[in-house]
C-alpha cells in the first residue's frame, strides 16, 4: 500500500488546528495517534452525518451508521479472514447485546421459510442478520431487508418473532453507535500498550492509514 503524501490533510489537532499526514507521522505518542483518529472521525463522520439525524433521513442515516460500524470494526477488532461479518458483529454486539444472541427457535424457523432461497447456515445470531440482510442489501442496492425502520413504534429495538424481522428505531441506532464509539476510544486510550484492541486500534493507523510498515513501539 503506498502512502498519503505528508501534505494531505488528515484532519485537527486537540486544539482544532488543521494538521496533515506528515504531522501525524511524526508523533510518537501512541495515545496522541488514538486521540487524533477519533478527532478525525468525529470530524469526517460524526458532524457529518448528524444532520442526518436532524433531517429525520432514515435510510441514509442508518446506511452511514453501517458505514460507522464497519469502521469501528476495522479499527478496533481483528480480522476474521473466514467470516467477513465478524468484525461488523462484533461492534454491533456494544451498540446492544442483542445483536449478540443466538437466533429463537420461531425466529430462525420463520426466517427459513421466508428466506428458503438463501444458504442461512452461518446465520446464528441476530447481529448476522442486521449484517446479511439490511447493511449487505442497503449498501450493495438500498434496499433494506430483515429490518423494518420505525420512529413512530419504537424508541430502540425490537425482534418480532411472529414475522422473523428485527424493528429499529433509526435515531436509537445512530444514539446508540456515537455511545459506543465514545466508548471504544476511550478504553483504547486507556489501555495498556498489549492490549489487543489498543494494539489493532495502532495497526490500523500505521499500516491502513499512515501506510507505514512498523509500529510505533
Known amino acids: 500500500m503506498g502512502k498519503i503524501p505528508d501534505e494531505v490533510k488528515f484532519g485537527h489537532n486537540a486544539k482544532g488546528e488543521v494538521i496533515d499526514y506528515g504531522y501525524v507521522r511524526a508523533v510518537s505518542d501512541n495515545t496522541e495517534l488514538i486521540d487524533l483518529l477519533r478527532i478525525r472521525l468525529e470530524?469526517?463522520?460524526?458532524?457529518?452525518?448528524?444532520p442526518l439525524q436532524k433531517s429525520?433521513?432514515?435510510f441514509p442515516l442508518t446506511v452511514m451508521t453501517c458505514v460507522g460500524i464497519e469502521t469501528l470494526g476495522e479499527i478496533f477488532i481483528p480480522e476474521d479472514k473466514d467470516d467477513s461479518s465478524f468484525q461488523f458483529?462484533?461492534?454491533?454486539k456494544k451498540l446492544n447485546q442483542i445483536f449478540g444472541r443466538k437466533l429463537s427457535k420461531k425466529y430462525e424457523k420463520k426466517l427459513t421459510e421466508l428466506w428458503s432461497n438463501k444458504d442461512l447456515k452461518n446465520i446464528d445470531c441476530y447481529?448476522?442478520?442486521?449484517?446479511?440482510?439490511?447493511?449487505?442489501?442497503?449498501?450493495?442496492?438500498?434496499?433494506?431487508?430483515?429490518?423494518f425502520l420505525s420512529?413512530?413504534?419504537?424508541?430502540?429495538?425490537?425482534?418480532?418473532e411472529e414475522t422473523?424481522?428485527?424493528k429499529?428505531?433509526?435515531?436509537?441506532?445512530?444514539n446508540s453507535y456515537k455511545d459506543a464509539f465514545d466508548k471504544l476510544f476511550a478504553d483504547a486510550k486507556k489501555a495498556q500498550e498489549a492490549n489487543?484492541?489498543?494494539k489493532n486500534c495502532l495497526k490500523y493507523i500505521n499500516e491502513y492509514l499512515l501506510g507505514n510498515i512498523v509500529l510505533n513501539k
Open 151 to 160: 420512529y413512530e413504534d419504537l424508541d430502540k429495538i425490537e425482534v418480532d
Open 168 to 174: 429499529m428505531n433509526p435515531d436509537w441506532f445512530w
Open 196 to 198: 489487543a484492541m489498543r
Open 89 to 92: 458483529v462484533e461492534i454491533s
Open 43 to 50: 470530524t469526517f463522520l460524526i458532524n457529518q452525518v448528524q
Open 56 to 58: 429525520r433521513s432514515p
Open 164 to 166: 422473523s424481522f428485527i
Open 127 to 147: 447481529g448476522k442478520v442486521l449484517y446479511r440482510f439490511f447493511r449487505n442489501t442497503m449498501i450493495h442496492g438500498y434496499q433494506g431487508k430483515g429490518v
